[in-house]
């Protein structure tokens, strides 16, 4: 049980890591360094990192790729923010015990999150029977469907799908701009999603993502994980859009979930690695940050992002961390000349 | 008479029409080890394709213990107990040698996503159990110092060891060999002799084997079957085939 104990005090290690972080947010708004500008960018930058983290669960660790993650997203964002407007106006025609605006966050979240499940499935079944430039054009086309469809729901703030015209905002959605919540949302995603990588689960699309023919011959259901990972990563697609549809500006736009978004994550997982967590949230935060400080130069940010991406592919295409993964625990132990027990094993994530 | 393990009759597959095996007979018995010869592209490992699900077959049946398996899937097959290593070696190259074992395990483990997600009790019990085990497989192969190290940097001789394990792993009872030493050193064929015996003992395995190296197949095979075209055109004791006039004609031509 040597793996479990080390397992146990890393754990406790990164526990008091986040914790330090939630500190800095608390002591940071209770300076007042946090107005509604920073709020809204740390808004952004939780979100991105859900986004990415499960984006890279199915581009860098079953390498596979999908350019359609912004469809799911949609779909947890549209589903979370009609849930809420729904339990909103049941609350106030007394149908409903009054709940608070958490508890009203957190169903629409669930239920936002299990959509996004669900169309995952619906997608991932036809779609993972393809591979490579395929997947990745159906997964595309699907994206933009999901989008196109939501645009012309009447319930959406569309005009029905047999009217074919551009629809408008969804409107008046619950603002939920909680800086500790949605932090603590966004640490236990990502957890979950390490935990994913960190057991069979993870191990077993790695292996069919380096020999998908030696995988199913070593005994693995092939399909069942690749649909099982897509699902999985749909639903904290799902999250993320939760996440977006309540940040605080209380509308949700169909044109917030172009194709353009989708490659928005895809720029994140590429830069920061394909197969490491660590890289997907560093870079999400940074390039979440990057374009409010570079704010004069917004119109030539997809030029810089090609030309960046451009660079990687030339000088660096394992991506900034390739398949490294950070470790606190780890960091501390050599600072501190104590050599961790399972130095390799927790290098390589495993358990 | 020992029980039959594997066994086939008139098995056979075409591709549109190309006849690519055509009336494949074979029955192994229990701890048998058979060897599959023959020249290039005479249907070998086309053979093994149809054995472990990768094709259908088009025509004919086989069982494993007396159990239909045609059509079924490949992993589903490796549940029921058929493993094969690969003619060029499929290893996970960027895992580690412990992690390639572990993934054989994986079909046995009980805990799912909530267990994972959540560390459950059983989780560590099961992630501990896997690890020794796949450990002791290792020792059996002599690779346990290198359980850490990527199978890609492994020695060639060793990569072959570790795809033979992993096989092993899957709780095989009837393991296909393709081209086992292929590429390999006499040294490191003598080794591989003396690795497929002590499996053969230890875990009382059946096994059928293509190999070119006709020192091995005649040294370690108790039975030897021989096709050319996709059909069988020889079979029996290796002292036997090797004086067949019809194997020398398909291996030196007429």
New interface residues.
């Given amino acids: 049980?040597r793996?479990?104990k080390d397992h146990t005090r890393s754990l406790i290690v990164s526990l008091a890591g986040v914790c330090l972080l939630g500190l800095i947010i608390f002591l940071a708004d209770t300076l007042g360094l946090m107005d509604s500008y920073i709020r809204g960018i740390f808004i952004q930058c939780c979100f991105a990192v859900i986004m990415a983290a499960s984006l890279n669960l199915v581009m860098g660790y079953l390498g596979q790729i999908a350019l359609g993650h912004a469809g799911f997203m949609a779909v947890g964002a549209y589903t979370s923010a009609l849930v809420t407007k729904a339990i909103g106006l049941a609350i106030k025609a007394g149908s409903m015990p009054a709940l608070s605006n958490v508890a009203q966050f957190f169903i629409g979240l669930l239920c936002g999150a299990i959509a996004a499940a669900l169309f995952g499935l619906l997608v991932g079944i036809p779609a993972l029977r393809l591979r490579g430039d395929y997947l990745a054009i159906i997964t595309l086309g699907f994206g933009e469907i999901i989008r196109v469809v939501i645009q012309n729901l009447p319930f959406a703030g569309g005009k029905g799908l047999a009217n074919g015209q551009a629809g408008q905002a969804l409107i008046g959605i619950m603002r939920m701009n909680d800086l500790y919540i949605i932090f603590a949302v966004t640490v236990v995603c990502v957890a979950?999603m390490i935990?994913?990588v960190r057991?069979?689960?993870g191990?077993?699309i790695?292996?069919i993502r380096?020999?998908d023919?030696?995988?199913?011959?070593?005994?693995?259901?092939?399909t069942h994980y690749k649909v099982?990972t897509f699902v999985?990563s749909a639903f904290f697609a799902g999250v993320a859009g939760a996440i977006y549809a309540h940040r605080g500006l209380g509308t949700l736009q169909y044109s917030d979930f172009t194709f353009l978004k989708s490659t928005d994550f895809v720029i994140m997982v590429v830069l920061g690695g394909m197969g490491s967590m660590t890289g997907s949230v560093v870079t999400a935060v940074l390039l979440s940050v990057l374009p409010e400080v570079l704010r004069a130069f917004a119109d030539y940010r997809m030029l810089l992002y090609s030309i960046i991406l451009v660079l990687m592919m030339i000088f660096r295409p394992t991506g900034l961390f390739g398949?490294y993964e950070f470790s606190l625990y780890r960091l501390l132990s050599r600072l501190f000349r104590k050599k961790p027990e399972t130095l390799?094993?927790a290098a390589?994530g495993?358990? | 008479m020992a029980e039959s393990v594997l066994k086939a009759t008139n098995l056979g597959i075409s591709f549109g029409g190309l006849r690519a095996v055509h009336d494949f007979e074979i029955d192994l018995k229990e701890g048998e080890l058979v060897g599959l010869i023959g020249p290039n592209g005479a249907g070998k490992t086309t053979v093994f394709n149809l054995f472990?699900g990768?094709y259908k077959p088009t025509e004919g049946a086989f069982y494993l213990d007396g159990k239909l398996m045609n059509g079924k899937?490949?992993?589903e097959i490796?549940?029921a107990g058929i493993?094969?290593t690969?003619q060029n070696i499929?290893?996970?190259?960027?895992?580690?040698v412990m992690?390639n074992v572990?993934?054989?395990f994986?079909?046995d483990?009980q805990?799912g996503?909530p267990g994972?997600?959540?560390?459950s009790g059983g989780?560590?019990r099961e992630?501990?159990e896997i690890?020794e085990k796949a450990m002791e497989l290792l020792t059996v192969f002599n690779l346990q110092d290198k359980a850490?190290w990527n199978a890609g940097n492994l020695p060639y001789g060793q990569q072959r060891k570790l795809e033979i394990a992993?096989?092993l792993?899957?709780k095989a009872r009837m393991l296909l060999l393709d081209e086992p030493a292929a590429g390999m050193n006499p040294t490191e064929t003598a080794e591989l002799l003396a690795c497929i015996n002590t499996i053969r003992r230890k875990f009382a395995i059946t096994i059928l084997l293509i190999e070119h190296d006709m020192s091995l197949v005649m040294n370690i095979c108790e039975r030897i079957v021989v096709i050319d075209y996709g059909e069988i055109i020889a079979q029996g004791l290796p002292e036997e085939i090797s004086h067949d006039p019809k194997v020398i004609a398909a291996y030196l031509g007429e």
């Fill in positions: 049980m793996i479990r979950i935990a994913f057991s069979k689960f191990r077993a790695i292996a380096e020999d023919i030696a995988s199913s011959a070593a005994g693995l259901n092939t099982l999985f398949t390799s094993s390589k495993d358990v | 472990t990768v899937k490949t992993h490796v549940a493993a094969r690969f499929r290893l996970f190259k960027k895992m580690t992690e572990l993934i054989a994986t079909k483990i805990y996503l994972a997600v959540f560390r989780f560590w992630e501990a690890r850490d992993r096989a792993a899957t």
